[in-house]
T-cell receptor, first 113, second 115 residues
Framework: DAKTTQPNSMESNEEEPVHLPCNHSTISGTDYIHWYRQLPSQGPEYVIHGLTSNVNNRMASLAIAEDRKSSTLILHRATLRDAAVYYCILRDPRMGGSEKLVFGKGTKLTVNP | SAVISQKPSRDICQRGTSLTIQCQVDSQVTMMFWYRQQPGQSLTLIATANQGSEATYESGFVIDKFPISRPNLTFSTLTVSNMSPEDSSIYLC????????????FGQGTRLTVV
């Protein structure tokens, strides 16, 4: 699996936007970019994923660089419930066993009231 | 979506004993996985539970230590054998469906403490 690099931690204030970066300079043309988050004392949950185009859903937006070597997860208005560890993961659907997720260290997001 | 029930949610066990963790899904799923999350760490994949055949283990994990069963498409068990304090972790079950980038679902985890 291609490697991703994320900052260990970030802080935000409630009601403000948060931009969580992820570098994946060795991404291949068929790797999808997935984001999961793990709230305290819970299992991870899916946030969003994309291939080339920017993506939006009810939880977040995913901005993907034109060269695909980096991406940014955007939380438009952070709430206290968004405090979690956010994981950026690459998955290649062509590869056998691609359904498994390989987790890096992730970014611990702290949201201040 | 898929709702996953893991049992037990937590346990405290004596070293040298074994614990079996159950994972029940509310719908049939193709893929089931077991992860370990050591204190303060990220998740590490232990194995893929294959229905009707032996599990596929990741590097560093062996069947004798972590035997896995998967008798059908909605149920799997992970046993942590001959436990030591180093096995104290959260163990998580995850499920997914084959297809182009379908999302994975996770149970709440089993918090295991070995004393």
């Amino acid at each position: 699996d291609a490697k991703t690099t994320q900052p260990n931690s970030m802080e935000s204030n409630e009601e403000e936007p948060v931009h969580l970066p992820c570098n994946h300079s060795t991404i291949s043309g068929t790797d999808y970019i997935h984001w999961y988050r793990q709230l305290p004392s819970q299992g991870p949950e899916y946030v969003i994923h994309g291939l080339t185009s920017n993506v939006n859903n009810r939880m977040a937006s995913l901005a993907i660089a034109e060269d695909r070597k980096s991406s940014t997860l955007i939380l438009h208005r952070a709430t206290l419930r968004d405090a979690a560890v956010y994981y950026c993961i690459l998955r290649d659907p062509r590869m056998g066993g691609s359904e498994k997720l390989v987790f890096g260290k992730g970014t611990k997001l702290t949201v201040n009231p | 979506s898929a709702v996953i029930s893991q049992k037990p949610s937590r346990d405290i066990c004596q070293r040298g004993t074994s614990l079996t963790i159950q994972c029940q899904v509310d719908s049939q799923v193709t893929m089931m996985f077991w992860y370990r999350q050591q204190p303060g760490q990220s998740l590490t994949l232990i194995a893929t539970a294959n229905q009707g055949s032996e599990a596929t283990y990741e590097s560093g994990f062996v069947i004798d230590k972590f035997p896995i069963s998967r008798p059908n498409l909605t149920f799997s068990t992970l046993t942590v054998s001959n436990m030591s304090p180093e096995d104290s972790s959260i163990y998580l079950c995850s499920v997914g469906k084959t297809g182009l980038n379908t999302e994975a679902f996770f149970g709440q985890g089993t918090r295991l403490t070995v004393v």
